[in-house]
């Protein structure tokens, strides 16, 4: 299956990326990968990338389109891929079609986690990470330590990333708003998606979009 995932930050999509490529045995293709791949490689794409980045700026469409269309050619991504963080604008989404459309293919599904935005804070601004070490991550609802502000591994001290910060969550989802949602609009009109709660334990949301997935695929 050739699937492009969506939802706000905070909406599980990393999480559920990973568990969803393995069970249906395609690779997963995140933005972030792509762009430390190509840096790391230094590809020329990364090359571009990272001038961009150096300078502060946005990385233009095209780079990012590039990059996409250079891994989904992959020889692992031949029977499908599921896409994580790309497209995440309406101009990348028909460059998506267009390149697809090149090649023969077409997405098979379009998989929307549905969240509400205070639930999206509570999730993010809650994060406490150790100063010692960030693997040992914390949650003041979810996932709250013995103790609070200590670390229950090592004793270190727990904070709240500036990026976790209730005033930047907002402002990241003022933009998911802004630029990515209206993607889902796009491909709505096109029967293509299909949205799923990605509210309770993470094995329930997987399982929930394993069974949207394979109704779309028997449709």
Do not use: W
Request: charged content about 30%; proline content about 4%; some cysteine.
């Amino acid at each position: 299956m050739r699937i492009v995932l969506v939802g706000p930050p905070g909406a599980g999509k990393g999480t559920q990326a990973a568990f969803l490529a393995k069970n249906l045995s395609i690779p997963h293709i995140s933005t972030g990968d792509l762009f430390r791949a190509n840096i790391s490689q230094g590809t020329e794409l990364g090359k571009q990338a990272k001038a961009y980045m150096d300078a502060g700026n946005l990385v233009p469409d095209e780079v990012t389109i590039g990059m996409a269309k250079d891994r989904m050619e992959q020889p692992d991504a031949e029977n499908g891929f599921l896409l994580d963080g790309f497209p995440r604008n309406v101009a990348q989404a028909e460059a998506l079609d267009a390149m697809l459309d090149g090649e023969g293919m077409k997405l098979d599904a379009v998989l929307d986690l549905e969240v509400e935005e205070d639930e999206v804070v509570k999730r993010i601004a809650g994060r406490r990470i150790c100063r010692n070490d960030s693997s040992h991550v914390f949650h003041v609802t979810y996932a709250a330590p013995k103790t609070e502000g200590v670390c229950d591994a090592c004793g270190g001290e727990l904070y709240q990333r500036d990026d976790d910060s209730e005033g930047t969550v907002r402002k990241r989802l003022e933009v998911y708003h802004t630029q990515t949602e209206p993607i889902i609009d796009y491909y709505r009109a096109q029967g293509l998606v299909v949205t799923i709660s990605a509210l309770g334990k993470v094995d329930e949301v997987t399982g929930r979009a394993m069974e949207a997935l394979r109704g779309e695929k028997a449709a």
